[in-house]
């Protein structure tokens, strides 16, 4: 299981995980900008920073500060215009009530909260599908998790609004699972010897995880700081948008990551910078177990990356195992196959044989006559079996070495061993010949006399038709030294 789930390149200086690198831990990590289908001709600045008042400011507080800008910026057309907007809007308490709950869709012409409150109607049929309903016009597209089934898929972090949308049929959910998201699997790779392969054993693996911050536990804050409400989505954890003349949608909030609050700049970790989680070097043993292959691969659970939002699981470390080749054994499955190369004096009279097994080397006694290719079969001297129990056995192979030199000593004895079976062969044609030749004058003198050659059973396989020798020319005649040819 090419490695993704990496985050590397994207993280920020000194090993932090920036806030925008969070992204669906199914997928490789990449920093994308969060997709928003509102017109960016629609959308209005934020009045509360418009007018530099907080947003429990008082109405008082308002009025103070729109006079007071009013008056540095009554030369420049624009910002006066943009400082009136917002100044209409705050001060008016049914206006302020709907930027605070729907956000800048309620600026927007074609706005009807009465619609957004009232749901999109023939829509809640779908709650016996996953008992969910929408909670204004097609707002809360998280719901989709609740009305088709969460599954238990992952949501991209960034609020990706088709992903929140058609996700849900492959077991999308909303930012309420974020508490549950599971981090990411890491991978890395180690190599074997053949030998550790089979027997097994430890290996010591580095990696870099993503995990929680220790200074501030994973919160991302300094020590007496507290979290403060987003001020994009006033703490609902979601952005209302309208498109198409009064269309309304809603959107996971990418400020705050649907979780209604953020971290103020000054109230930020110093270690993790307000992330939360930073990369760390560890040190894992890895347990390989006998009879693994090479490709395969070993998970380590919760040895993978702290999940980039929430509390949830950890990811997993998966080992792939590189297995190096052997010079000695072929291997096949849980059965082991060896190349024995004998003499060809031990092939005919038999004798021990040193062969190599995982545990050792043995001594196989081997019967006179061994043929080249004849194998012997060591039961349970293979490989155990990776599922299961038992092991494999191990085969080997006979090969008959033939001296390219020999002594004089050698090839007397060689030759005498020839001359002694040749003889014996001769002395059996002779005598067969002669009883040929006795019965020969019994038989029919139209049938032919049968004869085989005493070493044809030595050269001729059993299938191969025999070819009968050409006929050798007469000698001639040979005469005494000096005499002459009559006239």
């Not at 806030?19 to 990590?29: I, L, V």
């Not at 869709?105 to 619609?115: I, R, T, W």
């Not at 016009?137 to 609740?146: I, K, L, N, Y």
């Not at 020969?440 to 191969?464: I, V």
Request: aromatic share 8%; net charge positive.
């Amino acid at each position: 299981m090419p490695p993704h789930n990496y985050l590397q390149g994207h993280c920020a200086p000194s090993g932090l995980v920036s806030p925008s690198a969070r992204t669906d831990p199914s997928r490789p990590y990449h920093v994308g900008r969060c997709f928003h289908s509102t017109n960016p001709a629609l959308a209005s600045k934020n009045p509360y920073d418009t007018l530099g008042v907080k947003k429990d400011a008082s109405a008082a507080d308002i009025k103070k500060a729109y006079f007071s800008i009013q008056i540095q910026t009554k030369n420049a057309r624009e910002k006066f215009v943009e400082i009136q907007e917002a100044y209409d809007t705050l001060k008016d308490d049914k206006k302020r009530e709907a930027y605070d709950r729907y956000g800048a869709a309620s600026q927007q012409q074609g706005f009807d909260p009465n619609f957004a409150n009232a749901g999109f109607g023939g829509f809640g049929g779908f709650g016996g599908a996953g008992g969910g309903r929408f909670r204004g016009g097609f707002s809360g597209f998280q719901d989709f998790s609740e009305v088709f089934g969460s599954g238990g898929g992952r949501r991209s972090a960034q609020g990706d609004l088709f992903e929140q949308l058609f996700g849900a049929y492959a077991g999308g959910r909303g930012p309420k699972a974020s508490a549950n998201m599971r981090g990411s699997d890491i991978e890395t790779n180690v190599g074997v010897t053949f030998l550790e392969a089979c027997k097994g054993t430890t290996k010591t693996v580095n990696v870099q995880p993503v995990a929680n911050c220790g200074t501030c536990s994973g919160s991302g804050l300094k020590e007496g700081e507290k979290r403060s409400t987003c001020p994009s989505c006033g703490g609902s954890g979601e952005r209302t948008y309208v498109i198409n003349s009064g269309f309304q949608m809603s959107s996971t909030c990418d400020t705050c990551d649907g979780q209604g609050t953020t971290i103020p700049r000054n109230a930020q970790c110093g270690t993790c910078g307000g992330a939360g989680k930073v990369r760390v070097k560890k040190t894992i043993q890895v347990t390989i177990p006998a009879g693994i292959e090479d490709g395969m691969t070993v998970r380590v659970p919760n040895a993978g990356d702290a999940p980039i939002s929430g509390s949830g699981p950890f990811g997993d470390l998966l080992v792939r195992i590189n297995v190096s080749r052997s010079n000695t054994f072929q291997r096949q499955g849980s059965n082991l196959y060896y190349n024995a190369q004998i003499p060809f004096y031990t092939a005919l009279l038999g004798g021990r044989v040193r062969v190599p097994t995982l545990d050792g080397n043995v001594d196989v006694r081997i019967p006179g006559g061994t043929q080249p290719g004849e194998e012997m079969v060591l039961r349970g001297r293979g490989i155990s079996a990776l599922y299961g129990s038992g092991s494999g056995d191990l085969f080997v192979r006979f090969g008959v070495q033939v001296p390219r030199s020999l002594t004089r000593r050698q090839r007397e004895l060689i030759q005498q061993y020839a001359d002694e079976t040749e003889g014996k062969a001769s002395e059996a044609s002779s005598t067969s010949a002669k009883k040929t030749e006795d019965g020969s004058a019994s038989k029919p003198s139209g049938e032919a006399p049968f004869h085989k050659s005493p070493t044809a059973d030595n050269w001729l396989s059993r299938d191969t038709p025999s070819t009968p020798p050409a006929s050798e020319p007469e000698a001639e005649e040979k005469k005494p030294l000096g005499e002459k040819d009559s006239q």
